[in-house]
């Protein structure tokens, strides 16, 4: 069974900057293919995608977050880590990020994106960012 465990939340003042780190564990077949992404959901919203990557390297960021959230990855085969460098932080971005993992996606990462069921794949227990203005 995959485990995602998220690390770095924390709490930083408007404009400040934090790096999430989640560490993909458990069975990931060296050949699978997959999307891997970051997610975040603000108290009474709904959850929303923010920056989605795949073992092809192809990536999608939601507007609202480009030029300022950056997603990357690395050891992409057995045991992804996925990463979310965060500069400048605005206070409408607290919220609780979660990772993760769809194993043999069929999504383009435009579509992962988008309104995903938990189902569909493997999901962190989320880290809490909160951004004081």
């Known amino acids: 069974q995959v485990q995602l465990v998220e690390s770095g939340g924390g709490s930083v003042e408007s404009g400040g900057s934090l790096t999430l780190s989640c560490v993909a564990s458990?069975?990931?077949?060296?050949?699978?293919?997959?999307?891997m992404g970051w997610y975040r959901q603000a108290p009474g919203n709904e959850r929303e995608g923010v920056a989605v990557?795949?073992?092809?390297?192809?990536?999608?960021?939601a507007d609202s977050v480009k030029g300022r959230l950056t997603i990357s990855h690395d050891s992409p085969k057995t045991k992804p880590t996925l990463y979310l460098q965060m500069n400048p932080l605005k206070p409408e971005e607290t919220a609780t990020y979660y990772c993760?993992?769809?194993?043999?996606?069929?999504?383009?990462?435009?579509?992962?994106?988008?309104?995903?069921?938990?189902?569909?794949?493997?999901w962190g227990q989320g880290a809490l960012v909160t951004v004081s203005s």
């Open positions: 993760a993992l769809f194993l043999a996606c069929t999504m383009t990462t435009n579509q992962a994106l988008g309104p995903v069921r938990d189902s569909f794949g493997n």
């Open positions: 458990g069975y990931i077949h060296s050949s699978a293919t997959y999307c």
């Open positions: 990557v795949d073992s092809d390297g192809a990536r999608s960021d």
